[in-house]
Structure formats: C-alpha cells, structure tokens
C-alpha cells in the first residue's frame, strides 16, 4: 500500500509562491501522480498531473501557467510549485496516486492526509 504525506502548506500573501511535496512510503515510480485542492464548501478538484515517467502534465485552467508539477522517482517525492497565488488557491491540497493519466477523482488510488493552502489578500 502506498501512503503518501504532504508538506509545505502555509500562510502566504497574494502573488507569493509556495511549494508542496508529497513524500511517498515505497516506490512509486509505477503510479502517474497528482494534486487536487479542495476549499471550504466546495467539491474536491483537479489542480495537476504528471505521468510516472514525468513526460507528460497536466493541468486544471485555473492553474495554468502558474503551478509546475514535477516527480523525483529517486527520491520518491512529488512537488508543486505554486507561483502567483490568489485568494481563491485557499483550499487543502492533496496528494494523490492515480491509476491512471486523468483529472478525475474516480482515478485516484491512494490520498494523502492534505496540506493546507491559505492566501491572503
């Protein structure tokens, strides 16, 4: 079973930068991996993806062009860069090991515990 924890969450201010990872307990070089952010009172959702090989990712709109998702096999440690943040990026993120390239939750295999996220204006 993988088991996977998040570090890196905080406070930050709007247009600072933050960056999680997510540390997994045993070789994960086999699962394509992800991040999904869910804020109080909404719906879970798709923030990125990265292939297990790191050749491909993917990204939510809402994130595009400010996030860089990226893996570390050797290290077994998945990261996201988070640059010019918003209020509305305040949410808990999650880890996530998918068993397949996808943006939907029905894909998701194992969670972490999460990490939360908080910007201020």
């Known amino acids: 079973q993988v088991q996977l924890v998040e570090s890196g969450g905080g406070l930050v201010q709007a247009g600072g930068s933050l960056r999680l990872s997510c540390a997994a307990s045993?070789?994960?070089?086999?699962?394509?991996m992800g991040w999904f952010r869910q804020a109080p009172g909404k719906e879970r959702e798709f923030v990125a993806a990265?292939?297990?090989?790191?050749?491909?990712?993917y990204y939510a709109d809402s994130v595009k062009g400010r996030f860089t998702i990226s893996r570390d096999n050797a290290k077994n440690t998945l990261y996201l860069q988070m640059n010019s943040l918003k209020p509305e990026d305040t949410a808990v993120y999650y880890c996530?090991?998918?068993?397949?390239?996808?943006?939907?939750?029905?894909?998701?295999?194992?969670w972490g515990q999460g990490t939360q996220v908080t910007v201020s204006s």
């Open positions: 996530a090991a998918l068993s397949r390239p996808t943006t939907s939750i029905t894909g998701v295999d194992y």
């Open positions: 045993e070789r994960t070089f086999s699962y394509h």
């Open positions: 990265i292939t297990w090989s790191g050749a491909n990712t």
